[in-house]
């Protein structure tokens, strides 16, 4: 009987020491931090995060040789982009006006787009020579040169890639949104 009391003592005895050892123990909050080590060079810059969109500038419009009164028509040259083939691999092309009065308001909406009694929209011109978007609009009171040539009207196209438009879900008729996901 005094061996198994003694046991009884001896495991005790060891409880105690386990149990004094995991309270009394150090955390990984308590240890110093060690120095970090130097930070290496710089790399090289990284290009600009627009997802490979491509967007030209805001340009005013200008009419080509041969509008009329009634109907206009003006190309903007897409340089090196086949744009059929753009489209056939599930690019998307949008053209955007921008009406700007300094001060007042700017507001930039998607083609097609009606003004009053103006309905401006596009396609896509494609020879063995150029691509580009031929941007159209019609009014029956003979008014399309009013639009040339302002700083108020100006009109921009932006040419997102298959696999950026599949990958995010765009609102290509909101420039703002679109804009801000793009990089534009």
Do not use: H
Request: proline share 4%.
């Amino acid at each position: 009987m005094k061996t198994t009391t003694l046991n009884f003592l001896k495991m005790g005895l060891y409880a105690i020491i386990g149990l004094s050892v995991l309270f009394t123990s150090c955390s990984p909050e308590d240890g110093k931090d060690g120095l970090d080590g130097m930070d290496g060079a710089p790399g090289p810059a990284g290009q600009d995060g627009n997802a490979n969109v491509i967007a030209s500038d805001w340009q005013t419009i200008q009419w080509d040789e041969g509008s009329l009164p009634n109907f206009g028509t003006m190309l903007i040259d897409v340089k090196d982009i086949d744009l059929e083939e753009f489209i056939a691999t599930g690019g998307v092309v949008m053209v955007y006006l921008r009406f700007r009065q300094e001060g007042v308001f700017d507001e930039i909406l998607p083609l097609p787009f009606t003004d009053a009694e103006t309905y401006f929209y596009f396609s896509i011109f494609s020879n063995e020579n150029m691509s580009g978007v031929l941007l159209r609009a019609t009014n029956p009171n003979d008014s399309i040169f009013v639009y040339e040539d302002t700083e108020t009207l100006t009109v921009r196209y932006v040419l997102v890639p298959a696999n950026v438009s599949e990958a995010n879900e765009l609102n290509l008729n909101n420039y703002k949104e679109a804009s801000k996901i793009l990089g534009l």
